[in-house]
């Protein structure tokens, strides 16, 4: 699947995790969370896509992550390759905040 839209039928879950950073470690940040899923994230069951955002004020990395359903993101989070990455990133960060989601809606720009 090269190509993933958000969508209310595509039956995913969506991790949204904001982590809460100094301004002078969000880019070392991002590229933890870079590195962690080109390396461990995307070979996981059950991974679909994610993107990692920066905040324009430098406060904030935002990862926003499909999976198939729960229990493959719960997984995840018991793989000792994807532990060891998460671990490191929580060190950067002053905290985080992870919530899984369901799409409700979503508005394309109007033509």
């Known amino acids: ?58 406060s904030k990395v935002v990862n926003y992550a499909q999976w198939r359903t729960p229990e493959h993101f719960e997984a995840m989070l018991r793989d000792p390759a994807a532990k060891k990455h998460m671990d490191e990133i929580a060190s950067l960060v002053v905290r985080f905040e992870p919530t899984l989601c369901s799409v409700v809606s979503v508005h394309p720009m109007a033509t």
């Open 1 to 58: 699947m090269d190509h993933v839209e958000i969508s209310v039928s595509a039956n995913l879950v969506t991790l949204i995790n904001v982590f809460v950073v100094a301004p002078e470690k969000q880019a070392q940040v991002a590229r933890a969370l870079t590195q962690a899923t080109e390396e461990t994230m995307r070979r996981q069951p059950g991974f679909v896509s994610a993107s990692i955002h920066k905040s324009l004020d430098g």
